[in-house]
């Protein structure tokens, strides 16, 4: 009978837990509750590709998508649909950005927020996250000898051609300043390849807790599997401002950039229209492709807070995507000065290497164990039935027993039935 009541248990309580895993998924569930259809769009995906862009190499399978964690990354709000805003707040300025996150640079705060962890195409907002792998690894005065290839890239160009003579300094400062493909080919040849250098922006994406964020390409340019959203893009962004090497580079307005095989130097602007008209920029990066379509990131500081602010698959129709997120930091600092509540935060770290924490009897025992192993255990799901991850096996093992069970039954009873004839036939 227990083994019974073990398979009936299993078999009503699997359901629950597997929607409610899927609710936090963004997965469709069943039931009277559903989420109205289209809420909570692109949990793992971003919109499909409107090109041949993202087509894997012939013979390369396409990218699975990113796990979406169970628990959302940086707080219970920042799984939530639609704007996310401190509550008796204002509304934001409409922006024409599906998804966007405004935050504290310092703090880390998140004042105020659209679909923040809905996956989106980075363009070449995600030159940030190379920006940081270039500063860590490459040393400035390095010398990097420009070729074909790299003048061969598509898209935004700074103008490197081959035998042209870069220094590490003036190639991060183009990659951020100007956009360039070009340079970012450049930079990731230096660190060992494209395959390398992506390789270094998807670890250190994981490191940083970006877990939305998968780059397909050092440029931005769209690839198989690329995908990141506002929230990973801001965590990025603060990220690179602690650096005083791209800190510098984004609110440069201009450089001289060397020539090369005997055409002469030239200058090179940055592209960020923020940069000189809203008052304390601190500057940012801007981005464009057919599939990402208009992406921006900017920060400023007043009054002695600092403010940065994404935007994700925007367009320009109603004004500049600079001038959309000038209207969201303007909103930021005004919630700043009504001292309003955080809606979530920036992770410091990959949440995969804080473990989280107990209370009672379980604060007690973490004192004799070890850091490590309290790092990698499993944790407590309340999702889960008083059988543990409950499930289609725990019902197949449950009935193989009973069958074995049921079978060892009967052939005890065949048993005493053949004893019980052979002693009346005696």
């Excluded at 081959?162 to 070009?182: C, F, I, K, W």
Aim: proline share 8%; hydrophobic share 40%.
């Amino acid at each position: 009978m227990s083994l019974c009541a073990l398979v009936i248990t299993a078999i009503v309580a699997a359901p629950g837990a597997v929607a409610a895993r899927n609710a936090r998924q963004g997965q469709p569930t069943s039931g009277a509750n559903d989420a109205p259809k289209g809420s909570c769009e692109h949990r793992e995906l971003p919109p499909p590709p409107i090109d041949t862009s993202e087509e894997p190499a012939p013979g390369s399978p396409s990218p699975e998508p990113l796990p979406v964690p169970e628990d959302p990354v940086g707080g219970t709000r920042m799984g939530e649909c639609g704007v996310i805003q401190p509550e008796g707040s204002a509304p934001p300025p409409a922006v024409t950005a599906a998804t966007w996150v405004v935050s504290d640079l310092d703090s880390g705060e998140v004042l105020v927020a659209k679909d923040p962890h809905a996956r989106e195409r980075p363009a070449s907002l995600i030159k940030v996250l190379l920006s940081i792998v270039v500063i860590r690894e490459l040393r400035p005065e390095t010398v990097v000898t420009g070729t074909q290839e790299d003048a061969n890239q598509e898209g935004t160009k700074v103008g490197i051609g081959p035998g042209g003579q870069y220094t590490v300094d003036q190639l991060l400062h183009a990659l951020v300043m100007r956009s360039g493909n070009d340079a970012a080919f450049a930079l990731s040849r230096t660190l060992g390849g494209p395959g390398v250098a992506v390789d270094k922006m998807n670890a250190l994406a994981k490191e940083l807790g970006a877990l939305d964020t998968r780059a397909a390409t050092p440029s931005g340019l769209d690839g198989p599997g690329m995908t990141t959203s506002a929230y990973d893009q801001s965590l990025i962004f603060r990220a690179a401002m602690k650096h005083e090497e791209f800190a510098a580079a984004a609110k440069t307005k201009k450089i001289d950039f060397p020539g090369y095989a005997g055409k002469a130097g030239f200058q090179v602007n940055n592209d960020n229209q923020l940069l000189g008209t809203y008052d304390g920029f601190l500057g940012g990066k801007t981005g464009f492709t057919d599939d990402a379509r208009h992406t921006y990131v900017g920060g400023a500081e007043r009054d002695g807070r600092r403010l940065a602010v994404v935007l994700l698959r925007g367009e320009r129709s109603s004004a500049p995507l600079a001038d959309q997120g000038a209207q969201l930091l303007d909103y930021g600092f005004a919630l700043v000065g009504a001292k309003a509540k955080p809606v979530g935060e920036l992770v410091a770290k990959s949440p995969e290497a804080q473990p989280k924490q107990d209370t009672g009897q379980q604060q007690n025992e973490a004192v004799t164990e070890p850091t490590t192993e309290r790092a990698t255990a499993p944790q407590a799901d309340s999702d889960r039935s008083a059988f543990g991850n409950v499930g289609l096996p725990l019902v197949v093992l449950a009935a193989v027993a009973i069958l074995g069970s049921a079978g060892m039954w009967l052939r005890r009873r065949r048993a005493r039935a053949a004893r019980a004839n052979r002693t009346a036939s005696s």
